[in-house]
C-alpha cells in the first residue's frame, strides 16, 4: 500500500462559514445562569479537514466537500481511501459536503472545528428521523380512532372508511393509511447553542434533535429569525389620545406662602 505524501504546502486561514456536520450524542441537562433547568442535545462535532472545493464552472454548484470521523484504516474501501490520501488528509469514516454561497478563500487542507459556533447563536438542524417500521393510522397519521364502545371490540384503532360510493368507485392518491413510518429528512428550526467545548469537540444544543442517538446530524445558521413587530401609527395616535385625556397635575405652591 502507497504511503501517504505530506502537504508541504501552507494552509490559508478558513473563511467565515456557519455550518457543520456532527453525530448526535444523547439528551442531558444543565443550569443557566439563573440557576433554571435547561434541556440540551449533546453533538459531537469532530474536527472537518475540507479534502475538495466545488465550484459552479466545474460542478455547477459550489461547496465544500469534508472528511471526519474516527476509523480504522482498514474498514475503509479503496476507492475512499484513495481519495484522502491524494490530498493528504487524515483517515475520516465520513465524506459531506456543505453548501457555501462562494467558494474564495477554501482550500484543502483547512479544517473546521465545533468553534463555528458560539453560545447564543442560532441554528437548523436536519437529520433523519427515528424508523419505526409498519405502523398503524393512530400513530403514523395522529387519528383520533373510533368508539370503545356499542359493540365495536376490534375497531378502537382502526382508521376508518376508505373510499366513497359508486362515485368516484376509487380511494383518492394521498389517502392516509397505515404503512412504512420515519426515517424521513427532518429538519428543527431556530434552536439555541448554549454551551460551546472545542477542547472536547462538542456542542450543546438547547432542546430535542431528530434522529437516534450516534446519528449524523447536519447544523447551519438559522433562516428563521424572529420577526420585530412594528407598532401601527394608529397606536401611536391611540396612545397620544389618552395622555391628552388624563387630567392635568395640580400646581405646585410656591415656597413661603
Known amino acids: 500500500?502507497?504511503?501517504?505524501?505530506?502537504?508541504?504546502?501552507?494552509?490559508?486561514?478558513?473563511?467565515?462559514i456557519k455550518a457543520i456536520w456532527g453525530q448526535k450524542l444523547g439528551m442531558t441537562q444543565i443550569f443557566g445562569d439563573a440557576g433554571q433547568i435547561i434541556p440540551v442535545t449533546v453533538v459531537h462535532?469532530?474536527?472537518?479537514?475540507?479534502?475538495e472545493v466545488l465550484t459552479t464552472a466545474k460542478h455547477g454548484y459550489t461547496a465544500?466537500?469534508?472528511?471526519?470521523?474516527?476509523?480504522?484504516?482498514?474498514?475503509?474501501?479503496?476507492?475512499?481511501?484513495?481519495i484522502l490520501?491524494?490530498?493528504s488528509a487524515p483517515i475520516a469514516r465520513w465524506n459531506r459536503e456543505i453548501r457555501v454561497e462562494k467558494v474564495d478563500g477554501f482550500a484543502v487542507g483547512q479544517t473546521l472545528k465545533a468553534d463555528v459556533f458560539a453560545s447564543g447563536d442560532f441554528i437548523d438542524v436536519i437529520g433523519t428521523s427515528k424508523g419505526r417500521g409498519f405502523a398503524g393510522a393512530m400513530k403514523r397519521h395522529n387519528f383520533r380512532g373510533g368508539p370503545a364502545t356499542h359493540g365495536q371490540s376490534d375497531r378502537a384503532r382502526a382508521p376508518g372508511s376508505s373510499g366513497a360510493n359508486t362515485y368516484p368507485g376509487r380511494v383518492f392518491k394521498g389517502k392516509r393509511f397505515p404503512g412504512h413510518f420515519g426515517v424521513d429528512t427532518t429538519t428543527v428550526q431556530h434552536l439555541e447553542v448554549v454551551g460551546v467545548k472545542p477542547e472536547q469537540d462538542l456542542l450543546l444544543v438547547k432542546g430535542a434533535l431528530p434522529g437516534p442517538n450516534h446519528s449524523l446530524v447536519y447544523i447551519r445558521q438559522t433562516k428563521k429569525y424572529l420577526k420585530v413587530r412594528v407598532a401601527h401609527p394608529s397606536e401611536a395616535k391611540?396612545?397620544?389620545k389618552k395622555e391628552a385625556a388624563k387630567p392635568a397635575a395640580p400646581a405646585k405652591a410656591k415656597a413661603g406662602k
Do not use: H, Y
Not at 462535532?45 to 479534502?51: F, L
Not at 465544500?64 to 484513495?82: D, P, Y
Open 1 to 16: 500500500m502507497s504511503e501517504v505524501i505530506e502537504n508541504t504546502t501552507a494552509v490559508s486561514a478558513l473563511p467565515k
Open 85 to 87: 490520501k491524494k490530498v
Open 45 to 51: 462535532v469532530p474536527p472537518a479537514n475540507v479534502t
Open 64 to 82: 465544500i466537500r469534508v472528511a471526519f470521523g474516527a476509523i480504522r484504516e482498514k474498514s475503509l474501501n479503496k476507492a475512499r481511501l484513495g
Open 238 to 240: 391611540g396612545k397620544a
